[in-house]
């Protein structure tokens, strides 16, 4: 599904990537950890494409085909899909509008016509249904005075609606609560099928109780140092991100 190869990355002539390699295949769920300013959020936001960063050096292959000179909304077209870890409102635009508005987006880039209004209800209602979002919630102005769980919620939401090849998922945002975990982990594993990957950015070791990882990568000064099984994520837990340091320095 996702391969990235060497990949170097700046902004502002500073290296904040340097050389990271990572694969994921379809059907897996990859967390990445890592302390404050590692990198994590910047390799997400390289891997979909924003132009605030330089990528001086490497690959991002998405099946096969190399995503490095492509634009966000392309990357997006082709399956990708990030939330972010400060989502931008917008007033006056609705939930389900702006849900609507990106569907026909995709797939007029795709060549397809727009949903039929019929079945785009359908599937509001069938993911709202699966991932318990009441009705009113749809009708509120997109992420306007949205609590930060009623943000992840909305995220999960687009995820559904959206049914990338490829979730990254920042969930860096300290004020997730613990009903906000709770949202991430339901929304992931009940969209989580053998098609599609995702790759969760997380500090808590709490989150990947309910999210179960089939790999866990340590992210520390822009290069992956160390990559386990979910009991590393303990292990972090545990001895924290000196230890890694440590072992480094070894
Ligand atoms: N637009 C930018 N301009 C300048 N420096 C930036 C920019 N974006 C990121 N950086 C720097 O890159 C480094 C990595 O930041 P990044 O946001 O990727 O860290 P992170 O691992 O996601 O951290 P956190 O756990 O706090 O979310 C930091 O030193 C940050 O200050
Ligand atoms: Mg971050």
Redo the contacts with the bound molecule.
Sequence with gaps: MLQIKNLHAS??D?E?LKGINLEVKAGEVHAIM??????????SSVITGNE?FEVTEGEIILEGEELNELGPEERAHKGVFLSF?YPVEIPGVSVTNFMKTAINESRKAQGLEEMPANEMLKKIKEKAELLEIDRKFLSRSLNEGFSGGEKKRNEIFQMAMLEPKLAIL?E?DSGLDIDALRIVANGVNKLKSKDNAVVL?T?YQRLLDYIVPDYVHV?YDGKIVMTGGKELALELEEKGYDWIKASLEK
Excluded: C, F, R
């Design positions: 902004v502002e500073k904040i890592g302390p404050n300013g590692a990198g994590k959020s910047t390799l605030a870890q920042d860096t950015i500090h992210l």
